[in-house]
């Protein structure tokens, strides 16, 4: 039993270029906006009904996404430009968002009361 591609091939690749991982950390969360064209088909003809408000889950997500991609982009290209070779950001990449991904999950009561705080003093405001 075999994986229908080779992964061998893949991080060789990413060795070769390591330009594409800061590509794809600069781009990916737009790529997952793609994720939103069928839900919005989907709410038009009255199949899905978004909840008016992101539940914990929803925010964690939000939060992992908007930090890893700041925190990535920047990061990988940083990396690239002191000549880090690409295997080694691909692995501070991956344990970035594992680290990220840790303190969301524990922290994530705390952090959308105080997301909540911060909207009512802006529309107070």
Same mark, same amino acid.
């Given at each position: 039993?075999?994986?229908?591609?080779?992964?061998?091939?893949? /991080?060789?690749?990413?060795?070769?270029?390591?330009?594409?991982?800061?590509?794809?950390?600069?781009?990916?969360?737009?790529?997952? /906006?793609?994720? /939103?064209?069928?839900?919005?088909?989907? +709410?038009?003809?009255?199949?899905?009904?978004?909840?008016?408000?992101?539940?914990?889950?929803?925010?964690?997500?939000?939060?992992?996404?908007?930090?890893?991609?700041?925190?990535?982009?920047?990061?990988?290209?940083?990396?690239?430009?002191?000549?880090?070779?690409? /295997?080694?950001?691909?692995?501070?990449?991956?344990?970035?968002?594992?680290?990220?991904?840790?303190?969301?999950?524990?922290?994530?009561?705390?952090?959308?009361?105080?997301?909540?705080?911060?909207?009512? +003093? +802006?529309?107070?405001?």
């Amino acid at each position: 039993m075999e994986l229908p591609f080779n992964i061998i091939d893949i /991080l060789q690749h990413i060795e070769a270029e390591p330009g594409i991982l800061v590509a794809f950390a600069a781009f990916h969360p737009f790529a997952l /906006l793609l994720l /939103l064209i069928p839900l919005g088909i989907f +709410k038009k003809l009255g199949i899905y009904k978004p909840a008016q408000e992101l539940g914990l889950f929803g925010f964690s997500v939000v939060v992992i996404m908007m930090v890893g991609w700041l925190m990535g982009f920047v990061s990988q290209i940083l990396l690239m430009f002191m000549g880090v070779s690409g /295997l080694k950001m691909l692995l501070i990449y991956f344990s970035m968002y594992l680290c990220i991904t840790a303190f969301v999950a524990v922290n994530v009561r705390g952090l959308k009361k105080k997301f909540d705080v911060d909207q009512l +003093k +802006k529309k107070v405001v």
